[in-house]
T-cell receptor, first 117, second 114 residues
Framework: GAVVSQHPSWVICKSGTSVKIECRSL??????MFWYRQFPKQSLMLMAT?????????EQGVEKDKFLINHASLTLSTLTVTSAHPEDSSFYIC?????????????FGQGTRLTVV | GQQLNQSPQSMFIQEGEDVSMNCTSS?????WLWYKQDPGEGPVLLIA?????ELTSNGRLTAQFGITRKDSFLNISASIPSDVGIYFC??????????????FGTGTLLAVQP
């Protein structure tokens, strides 16, 4: 299957600082990327859907000013957690769907473990 | 956010046993997917189902898209220790726009004792 790479794999930051997470599709172009958050022992919860060149669509209850999403190219989307607080500590996962594909198969990154201290 | 009902929540079995888990929804889905997630990793797609009634196999794994389009099951035959992980179902309503997103099940934790 196609490869989606996330960076960093883990990050520890101080409360109040901002953290940027990158999601790259390495061998295909992704018109749509999805960002999920997963708390321990819980399922993946969709935060937002990102389409290349347009504004992201956020799920209900997700603060768009806190979780900034940029999808500037067909191979890169970024999630910036602004003014992070301990309750933002979680496992963040992105997935990408290939350009022009009606197939629902979306490939997932390996995830980023964020710890805010 | 919306989630699918997945059961059982966890399973502890002996190596060689067969496993069955299922997902149900109050909504109709056009696609059902099954993923496996290892600790600290992203989900990996196991099987994708696109038609009601479809039965698809991938090695020792078999999954079916329910006739009502509101449920799906996953079977694992002759389990082995590396089957350990969390299994998630996911449903998708459609192909375009807001229906493009995946809704995930609550997950089934599988432990296999050698």
């Amino acid at each position: 299957g196609a490869v989606v790479s996330q960076h960093p794999s883990w990050v520890i930051c101080k409360s109040g600082t901002s953290v940027k997470i990158e999601c790259r599709s390495l061998d295909f172009q992704a018109t749509t990327m999805f960002w999920y958050r997963q708390f321990p022992k819980q399922s993946l919860m969709l935060m937002a859907t990102s389409n290349e060149g347009s504004k992201a669509t956020y799920e209900q209850g997700v603060e768009k000013d806190k979780f900034l999403i940029n999808h500037a190219s067909l191979t890169l989307s970024t999630l910036t957690v602004t003014s992070a607080h301990p309750e933002d500590s979680s496992f963040y996962i992105c997935s990408a769907r290939a350009f022009g594909s009606l197939n629902t198969e979306a490939f997932f990154g390996q995830g980023t473990r964020l710890t805010v201290v | 956010g919306q989630q699918l009902n997945q059961s059982p929540q966890s399973m502890f079995i002996q190596e060689g046993e067969d496993v069955s888990m299922n997902c149900t929804s109050s909504s109709i889905f056009n696609t059902w997917l099954w993923y496996k997630q290892d600790p600290g990793e992203g989900p990996v797609l196991l099987i994708a189902l696109y038609k009601a009634g479809e039965l698809t196999s991938n090695g020792r794994l078999t999954a079916q898209f329910g006739i009502t389009r509101k449920d799906s099951f996953l079977n694992i035959s002759a389990s082995i220790p590396s089957d350990v992980g969390i299994y998630f179902c996911a449903g998708q309503l459609g192909y375009g726009g807001a229906t493009n997103k995946l809704i995930f099940g609550t997950g089934t934790l599988l432990a296999v004792q050698p």
